[in-house]
């Protein structure tokens, strides 16, 4: 009898993760801050007052929360997790 042939393995290419990490916490600190200081900046040129400083800053950080998305997906392509 013969051994059934074993899965492949994958191995986890620690280096491109650690590269996508470190960037995907810097641009996420630009890209929150950002998103508060803007909504804080509109909300005091538009005289919105304090709910309208806080609906921005949702709407501002669901963009946020949708640019970082981006991001990974494309960090992903170009420096893969995994290999064979």
Do not use: E, K, M, T
């Given at each position: 009898m013969s051994k059934p042939?074993?899965?492949r393995r994958r191995r986890i290419l620690?280096?491109?993760v650690l590269t996508v990490v470190s960037a995907a916490i810097l641009i996420s600190a630009e890209v929150f801050g950002a998103a508060f200081a803007g909504?804080?900046?509109i909300a005091n040129l538009a005289g919105l007052g304090r709910i309208g400083?806080?609906?921005l800053d949702v709407?501002?950080?669901l963009?946020?929360?949708a640019v970082m998305v981006q991001f990974m997906r494309?960090?992903?392509?170009v420096e893969p997790f995994t290999a064979e």
């Open positions: 042939p074993s899965p620690w280096r491109n909504s804080w900046a400083a806080h609906i709407l501002f950080v963009g946020g929360i494309a960090a992903r392509r």
